[in-house]
């Protein structure tokens, strides 16, 4: 007797498959496609361009790419929480507050992979760290400074969260480059320490906590408190931005010298206007394209896509007016635009 076996039917939905059979009477049988989850720390565009490259490599390697995007430290907590208890195959996280996040990330790597990116949590178990070196893109943009600022002058920085990682490490680098002492990633200022050396005088940190109207205010409140001001950092995508809308409100457009950090457009635009002096860029599209490769390698067992220093280094680099055009070319292109 022959047995002849036909796919009749197929059903997908939030990555399971259905498959149907006929011809044997046989019952259908259920294939669950792979989910991989990427976690930001907030809403922002350069999570945008992440989001694109994670599902860019779901797609092609036939798995579902689960996108968060929690607004606070509370919120990836639950975030998490929920993701592995809806049964996911991986996460990429880029933490919050690592210090305070070790224990809740050592106990979801006991139950999911897990890796980082973006920021890492260096002292918890999970199994690699996709991004920069922050630290050295913040000498990166310091040195930006000092070629724009061959003289020094008086200047702010404006970042998200120095309770994350990156933003920790990048605000050190900036000014450890400032200020021409030796690499030592172990140093930390205090972010309301006026700080000065090598020409250069930094009058102080402010933080906005993602909040884009404290990013703008931030801002404001610096040009108001040093109407000398000579230039304004900013360290977050979102920041630039909120500096040159200040600028803009206070008439200083273009008076007051800006550096910046990702590839926000108001950014690359004022590279281009001449607002902008320049800005770091990391690789968004990277870091969620790896992501999704990289936790799909493990789940089949390879092991052998994390480095022996599991780090895998996403080189920063430096926009200016020279290349600007070029790479908002190429990033339109990456998003479909």
Not at 112 to 137: C, E, Q, W
Not at 264 to 272: C, H, K, M, V, Y
Request: glycine residues 10%; hydrophobic residues 40%.
């Amino acid at each position: 007797m022959k047995y002849f076996i036909g796919i009749v039917g197929l059903l997908c939905i939030a990555g399971v498959v259905l498959i149907v059979t006929a011809g044997t009477g046989a019952a259908p049988f259920i294939f669950k496609m792979p989910r991989y989850a990427y976690v930001t720390n907030g809403v922002d565009p350069f999570w945008t361009i992440a989001e694109v490259g994670a599902k860019k490599a779901a797609a092609e390697l036939g798995v579902a790419a689960v996108i968060r995007t929690p607004g606070n430290a509370q919120d990836q907590k639950q975030t998490l929480e929920d993701l592995v208890t809806s049964g996911v195959d991986g996460i990429a996280v880029t933490p919050i507050d690592p210090d305070n996040q070790t224990a809740l990330i050592d106990k979801i790597c006991a139950q999911v992979l897990l890796i980082t990116h973006d920021s890492d949590a260096p002292k918890s178990k999970r199994r690699v760290f996709i991004g920069m070196d922050n630290y050295d893109a913040g000498r990166l943009l310091g040195k930006m400074v000092r070629e724009t600022m061959p003289n020094g002058g008086k200047l702010m920085i404006f970042v998200g969260r120095l309770e994350q990682e990156n933003g920790k490490l990048r605000r050190q680098g900036v000014i450890d480059e400032l200020l021409q002492r030796p690499h030592d990633r172990t140093n930390f200022d205090p972010p309301q320490a006026v700080l000065e050396g090598a020409g250069f005088k930094i009058v102080g940190t402010r933080t906005d906590q993602f909040d884009r109207v404290v990013a703008k205010n931030n801002a404001s409140d610096g040009l108001t408190a040093h109407p000398d001001m000579d230039a304004m950092v900013g360290l977050f995508a979102f920041n630039s931005p909120a500096i040159l809308e200040a600028l803009r409100q206070a008439d200083k457009l273009g008076k007051v010298k800006v550096f910046g950090f990702d590839e926000d457009q108001a950014t690359l635009q004022g590279i281009i206007d001449g607002t902008v002096v320049g800005t770091v860029v990391q690789d968004p599209y990277r870091y969620g394209y790896r992501s999704i490769q990289v936790l799909h390698a493990l789940k089949n067992g390879d092991t052998s896509v994390i480095p022996a220093n599991q780090y895998i280094d996403v080189p920063a680099r430096q926009i200016r007016r020279d290349n600007v055009e070029a790479f908002w070319n190429d990033l339109k292109q990456k998003l479909g635009k």
